[in-house]
């Protein structure tokens, strides 16, 4: 493996510092499914507690830059050529459920495009990552999108109603970066959804085309109402050739 930036190094150790508040409050979830206030104002509160730790630790090491957080939105710094753009839990839904499958998302937004991005996955200990020219890799182990070419064989993901009765095989999976994630490394072979938010899909963008699959181009200072289609090379014609028919 290609060595990683010194920003990447910061984002990893952020990532695995929140990971670990993450997870405490996750195996309290049980309890809260029965208790009378009910697990939705702990979700925000373990919400806020992961993105005041990501966020005091990536200020540590780099305090000019700026920040966008799901949860606090956009701060403003010296440095707006450099923005982290932050999603404590990818998943909450997924979370307030007590489903382990939720993630930690961080990116790094420099002079216009992603240069480096991460999503961690704290309960299957599974760390995505991926830098600018440097590949894609979990866990260290280098990624690539998947190669089949006949959509029959594909699997896709989408949380998007709209797609239920498309004639492609999907998943709702409830975590658009853990779909982006997996396209990267080939468990899914396409995403395609509407309405995202830029935290959401952030990291994923650089995942998969470090992994070699293809993402549409979208102005990227919009934070909100995003459209992605992602996929591997060999079958993105053909899932939006579907895609617009639909």
Known sequence: MNSISANLNIMIKACEKASRSLIRDFGEIENLQVSIK?????V??????????IIEELSKSKKKFSILSEE???LENEDNQN????????G???FLHGIPHFAISIALKSHGEITSGLIFDPIKNEMFFAEKNNGSFLNNKRIRVSNKKK????????NEKKYNNIDLTTRKTGSAALDMAY?????????FQENLSLWDIASGIILVKEAGGMVNEFDLSKKKNIEILA????????MLEKLHKF
Request: glycine share 8%; with cysteine.
């Open 92 to 94: 909450t839904s997924n």
């Open 231 to 238: 996929s591997s090379s060999n079958i993105n014609q053909k």
């Open 151 to 158: 959509l029959e064989e594909c699997l896709f993901a989408t």
């Open 38 to 42: 009910g697990p939705s104002d702990f």
């Open 72 to 74: 606090t939105g956009l």
């Open 183 to 191: 396209v990267a490394c080939g468990r899914f072979d396409g995403f």
């Open 44 to 53: 925000s509160s373990a919400d806020k507690k992961v993105e005041k730790i």
């Open 83 to 90: 923005l982290w753009i932050i999603d404590p839990i990818d």
